[in-house]
């Protein structure tokens, strides 16, 4: 447990000033000392993990909501001054949340009672259009201060609300939300759903003015975003704690790691891990005579595997859960040999061959250019659903430009800057020479078709990638998404997932085998003259 003293009662009590009449303050002076705790439990990046499912997917096995619920029931027996939110990331990660688009979440969720949820990036994965039908399907309301709808925006998005206030046991209670700012980097359509997303910051000076009108005793910030040692285009933590000290607790998420209470700038910070792996507890004092928060006790409760599921959820879901077992147990194909796979390879690991032909038959691309989604294998024999789910655990789809030679190689040359780490993509449909230690320009060379021969440089190919990566992929690929505005490039987004269409591929074929890449050779040793130049 992290225990954490407030600063200065009446420094505390100054900066509530403008939140509550003076007359009101001046007459709870004279009244007697009265305290309230307000228990706030917190969830975050949930990512469909209702249950635990132990070596299922690729990640996110060894929590469960339906644990946590035994947890939160707990912590609300123990003081009915609670309050119940989620900081996002909530439907996406598992075939059972997949199977019902996000309605096993919702409606344990629904039961459970959350009081409110910000919206996290992955909320995106299925569409804007499915994720409007999630966000009709919550009761709690969801928060997002930065995210804009403008009017040709979904109509559930008008529903998305900048705060929104509660009463406990007397006090006025103000939930303030913000998602990442990232999120136009990583999905396409979002603008054009005539949707926006801006700066934390610029969003909180708009929303907290009006949030100061309703005169709040406790402020709560949501954030789908998470707390770096500096910070990202995807992660403002450190710049919003810093300048909004008016926030009694900040909550946030985005990066899977735990953090039970720390004083970032002006504000305290806490994070609860992902994957339904336990429950923040954060105990608030408020004393009404000096009308501030006087103390607050941070406390992270694990899932552990003797713990109980609670028996209503369990009951509301069985049904799905039974489907997604038989789904993930369905037998697609086999193959050979292990397929492995390699962040570290120039070339394509079996299993980038494999998200690559699968890619390439659907949409009839000559290149396909495509890296590794996750660090599992498929071990030789039976291909199961629950072996696809392992290497493409995320719902990405895929989209096809007709791209010259010459910028075929600058996506490569751009991609070639995250050599050895799981950013990489290799190319698939041709050959090429990798230089890692020459200059930047120079690190791809040589570039031909699969069999060797020439690429005439004003034929336009068929090449196809994927979405997160034409989306901008959070920024690293400018060239990328320049080649794919161009009219030449008439760019076409797929509407299947890029697991379906492996799962298609395996049906269809049946019996595999892919040996390891061999359409990259690696120079690591430069002639002189590049070492003279540099």
Known sequence: MNRRPARSRNLRAAARGFFVFAAVALGAAAAPARTVTLTVISTTDLHGSIRQTPGVYAEHNEGSLLQCARIIRRIRAENPNSLLVDCGDIFQGTAESFLTRGDIMARAMNAL?????????????????ALGEMLGRMEAPALAANLLAGPAAPAAFRKVLPYVIKEVDGLKVAIVGLTTPNIPNWFRDVATHDL???????????????????????????????????????????????????????????????LAGARIGKADYAQSGSGGRGVMRTDLTFDTVENAVVDKKFEYLPVTRRLKEDPEIAALVSNDLARADEWLGTVLGETTADLTYSPAGTGLSPVQQLLCAAIAEKTGAEVVLHGI?????????DIRVSDVWKIVPYENTVGTLWLTLAEIHSIMEEAAAYLGTDRYFGAWGVRYAVHPNAPEGRRIRDLRAADGSAINGRRRIKTALNSYHLAGGGGRFPSLVAAAATPNARLELLSTTTRDMVIQYVRAHRTLTFPAGTNAVVVRKEPPRWRWRN
């Open 113 to 129: 009672g959350y009081d409110a949820f910000a919206i996290g990036n992955h909320e995106f994965d299925w569409g804007v259009d």
């Open 373 to 381: 989604l996750s660090d599992q294998s498929i071990s030789a024999g």
């Open 196 to 258: 926006r997303v801006v700066d934390s910051r610029r969003a909180l000076e708009a929303t907290l003015p009006q949030v100061r009108k309703e005169r709040p005793q406790i402020l709560i910030l949501l954030v789908h975003q998470g707390l770096m040692a500096e910070d990202d285009a995807a992660n403002e933590i450190n710049g919003i704690c810093r300048r909004f000290g008016e926030f009694d607790l900040v909550l946030g998420g985005h990066l899977h790691w735990v």
